[in-house]
């Protein structure tokens, strides 16, 4: 019988939002957002459900999207699927200090993330129930912070300056240690390049296989045509289709 992991890994997400709750950041950030902390009725609920054995891959993203984990709590996490395919539907506090621009309305919030929309959907379309992609697999975010800037706009972490990012960066490369750790997965892919690249420098000496999947994210011209085929080659030349 298999040990259930869901306690160590929700112990795991309490202890990197405590540490990121300990950081600090400069203008032209001006808004940090800790879905780890108002949303953490989500996030704990995904892990319970999800995140109870070994996996073989780890998916893993840069840092939560506005309308996705920043309001539900959950990586990727756009409303419709992590409510109607994830079967997660939690209450949602508000962050201490809120963009007006950027509101979290949690489970009400009626935009949809399109990388959430883009990654859930081609999940669902290829394993059916979620139990079936999780049984071999999780998703997870490097860093678990929303950033933003007095307009509103979105500032994700590597648009920062190097010695602002250092420490979070050393705290979220021990957090995907203690998830590998956990997991023990053959596998880390990176959603994107940036989450690829960190995943390669924070387990140098680890015995894992990298690889990488196009982002998402309708900001990238390649991923606006047909990202889900483009993805769907990607991992079966990597063998994980």
Same mark, same amino acid.
């Given at each position: 019988?298999?040990?259930?992991?869901?306690?160590?890994?929700?112990?795991? &997400?309490?202890?990197?939002? %405590? #540490?990121?709750?300990?950081?600090? !950041?400069?203008?032209?950030?001006?808004?940090? $957002?800790? *879905? =780890?902390?108002?949303?953490?009725?989500?996030?704990?609920?995904?892990?319970?459900?999800?995140?109870?054995?070994?996996?073989?891959?780890?998916?893993?993203?840069?840092?939560?999207g506005p309308f996705g984990m920043a309001q539900t709590g959950v990586p990727f996490g756009e409303v419709e699927h992590v409510?109607?395919?994830?079967?997660?539907?939690?209450?949602?506090?508000?962050?201490?200090?809120?963009?007006?621009?950027?509101?979290?309305?949690?489970?009400?919030?009626?935009?949809?993330?399109?990388?959430?929309?883009?990654?859930?959907? &081609?999940?669902?379309?290829? %394993? #059916?129930?979620?139990?079936?992609? !999780?049984?071999?697999?999780?998703?997870?975010? $490097?860093? *678990? =912070?929303?950033?933003?800037?007095?307009?509103?706009?979105?500032?994700?972490?590597?648009?920062?300056?190097?010695?602002?990012?250092?420490?979070?960066?050393?705290?979220?490369?021990?957090?995907?240690?203690?998830?590998?750790e956990l997991f023990e997965p053959s596998w880390v892919i990176g959603v994107g390049a940036f989450a690829e690249t960190r995943?390669?420098?924070?387990?140098?000496?680890?015995?894992?296989?990298?690889?990488?999947?196009?982002?998402?994210?309708?900001?990238?011209?390649?991923?606006?045509?047909?990202?889900?085929?483009?993805?769907?080659?990607?991992?079966?030349?990597?063998?994980?289709?």
């Amino acid at each position: 019988m298999s040990i259930d992991l869901s306690k160590q890994a929700i112990q795991i &997400a309490r202890e990197l939002s %405590f #540490g990121a709750n300990q950081l600090s !950041f400069a203008a032209p950030t001006e808004f940090v $957002y800790n *879905p =780890l902390e108002y949303a953490w009725k989500g996030h704990e609920a995904y892990l319970s459900r999800y995140a109870k054995g070994k996996k073989k891959i780890l998916f893993m993203g840069m840092n939560p999207g506005p309308f996705g984990m920043a309001q539900t709590g959950v990586p990727f996490g756009e409303v419709e699927h992590v409510r109607d395919w994830l079967g997660i539907d939690e209450p949602v506090d508000v962050p201490e200090k809120m963009h007006p621009k950027r509101p979290i309305e949690g489970f009400a919030c009626v935009r949809s993330e399109v990388s959430g929309r883009r990654l859930w959907g &081609a999940f669902k379309e290829r %394993f #059916g129930s979620a139990d079936a992609f !999780f049984g071999e697999r999780f998703v997870v975010n $490097y860093c *678990p =912070l929303v950033f933003m800037e007095a307009s509103g706009k979105n500032r994700t972490p590597d648009k920062m300056p190097a010695f602002e990012v250092a420490p979070l960066y050393a705290l979220c490369d021990a957090h995907l240690r203690s998830l590998v750790e956990l997991f023990e997965p053959s596998w880390v892919i990176g959603v994107g390049a940036f989450a690829e690249t960190r995943a390669k420098e924070s387990l140098k000496g680890y015995e894992i296989n990298f690889g990488r999947i196009l982002h998402p994210s309708p900001a990238s011209p390649a991923a606006n045509r047909g990202w889900a085929e483009q993805v769907e080659k990607q991992l079966n030349q990597l063998g994980l289709w």
